[in-house]
């Protein structure tokens, strides 16, 4: 799309509905985000303050890999309320804080661009892999500052550039390129719309927050092939089916199979190793309102 044509309404109404439809396949795969993101996972909460008896929102919590992590953190005195916009998603999320025992987390659908929280609620509010996804990433990160108490922490996870992430811009081009569809503009969400120095900075003092922190954490994709990597991506990357869904049947079988052969690049008698950077940023709600 471009800026005169993107809608983002229609783009949200979308992403819903993707997340939706690959809510189960995301679970799945949980074993394989956590061995992908842990690392960054830990970052983020040792960033937002998380610790024994802290109230958390996790906004934009899919499955809750991290939603778990913030609830063994905070123990039966804290809390951890996940948000999603989509139901299905976040009923995955509310079965995985059950079987795993934890009584401190509350599931609740929510656009992320607009919390309807409490103001001043939070400990510390964090997000993984959430914030690109958000059209106005303004409205969003405004309203998470909101939610925090005066003092309080919010930390989240994005991609860094799409060269140093080749395991997914290469994807992520090739169906640009077969789709016909242009960059996204500066602005629009996208997987690295967050990602290029100084951008997300920007965002948070925009927002207001001070006392920002930025990591960058190397996070390389190992599976046994370049194979599984597509499966994986093919399954659960919502923003992939998204841009393919001008594709007949064929033509997006062709996609894959074309990134497949792209990504076998990085195959290696050990398996498959897709270059990936995150980057974790944290920023400090102001004292006063």
């Given at each position: 799309?471009?800026?005169?044509?993107?809608?983002?309404?229609?783009?949200?109404?979308?992403?819903?509905?993707?997340?939706?439809?690959?809510a189960?396949?995301?679970?799945?795969?949980?074993?394989?985000?956590?061995?992908?993101?842990?690392?960054?996972?830990e970052?983020?909460?040792?960033?937002?303050?998380?610790?024994?008896?802290?109230?958390?929102l996790?906004?934009?919590?899919?499955?809750?890999?991290q939603?778990?992590?913030?609830?063994?953190?905070?123990?039966?005195?804290?809390?951890?309320?996940a948000?999603?916009?989509?139901?299905?998603?976040?009923?995955?999320?509310?079965?995985?804080?059950?079987e795993?025992?934890?009584?401190?987390?509350?599931?609740?659908?929510?656009?992320?661009?607009?919390?309807?929280?409490?103001?001043?609620?939070?400990d510390?509010?964090?997000?993984?892999?959430?914030f690109?996804?958000?059209?106005?990433q303004?409205?969003?990160?405004?309203?998470?500052?909101?939610?925090?108490?005066?003092?309080?922490?919010?930390?989240?996870?994005?991609?860094?550039?799409?060269?140093?992430?080749?395991?997914?811009?290469?994807?992520?081009?090739?169906?640009?390129?077969?789709?016909?569809?242009?960059?996204?503009?500066?602005?629009?969400?996208?997987?690295?719309?967050?990602?290029?120095?100084?951008?997300?900075?920007?965002?948070y003092?925009?927002?207001?927050?001070?006392?920002?922190?930025?990591?960058?954490i190397?996070?390389?994709?190992?599976?046994?092939?370049?194979?599984?990597?597509?499966?994986?991506?093919?399954?659960?990357?919502?923003?992939?089916?998204?841009?393919?869904?001008?594709?007949?049947?064929?033509?997006?079988e062709?996609?894959?199979?074309?990134?497949?052969?792209?990504?076998?690049?990085?195959?290696?008698?050990?398996?498959?190793?897709?270059?990936?950077e995150?980057?974790?940023?944290?920023?400090?709600?102001?004292?006063?309102?």
């Amino acid at each position: 799309m471009s800026a005169a044509t993107f809608d983002p309404i229609a783009y949200k109404r979308t992403t819903a509905e993707q997340w939706q439809a690959a809510a189960e396949p995301w679970y799945r795969w949980g074993p394989t985000l956590e061995d992908w993101l842990g690392e960054a996972t830990e970052v983020m909460l040792d960033l937002a303050g998380v610790g024994a008896g802290a109230r958390v929102l996790d906004v934009a919590a899919g499955a809750g890999g991290q939603t778990l992590a913030a609830a063994r953190r905070v123990g039966p005195q804290g809390t951890v309320v996940a948000t999603d916009i989509s139901p299905n998603i976040l009923a995955f999320a509310e079965h995985a804080a059950r079987e795993a025992g934890l009584d401190n987390v509350r599931t609740v659908v929510m656009d992320g661009e607009h919390l309807e929280m409490q103001e001043g609620a939070f400990d510390a509010v964090v997000s993984r892999v959430g914030f690109i996804y958000f059209p106005d990433q303004q409205a969003a990160f405004t309203g998470m500052r909101r939610a925090l108490r005066a003092g309080g922490r919010l930390a989240g996870v994005v991609y860094s550039t799409p060269e140093a992430n080749r395991f997914f811009s290469i994807p992520v081009s090739i169906i640009r390129r077969r789709a016909a569809l242009p960059p996204p503009a500066p602005g629009q969400p996208g997987p690295f719309s967050l990602g290029a120095p100084g951008v997300i900075e920007a965002a948070y003092e925009r927002a207001g927050f001070s006392d920002i922190e930025v990591r960058r954490i190397s996070a390389p994709l190992r599976m046994p092939s370049a194979a599984e990597c597509v499966r994986f991506e093919r399954e659960s990357f919502g923003a992939l089916h998204q841009m393919l869904a001008g594709l007949s049947e064929a033509e997006r079988e062709e996609a894959w199979d074309q990134i497949e052969a792209e990504l076998s690049q990085f195959e290696s008698a050990a398996g498959f190793e897709g270059p990936c950077e995150l980057i974790v940023a944290a920023g400090t709600s102001p004292s006063e309102r």
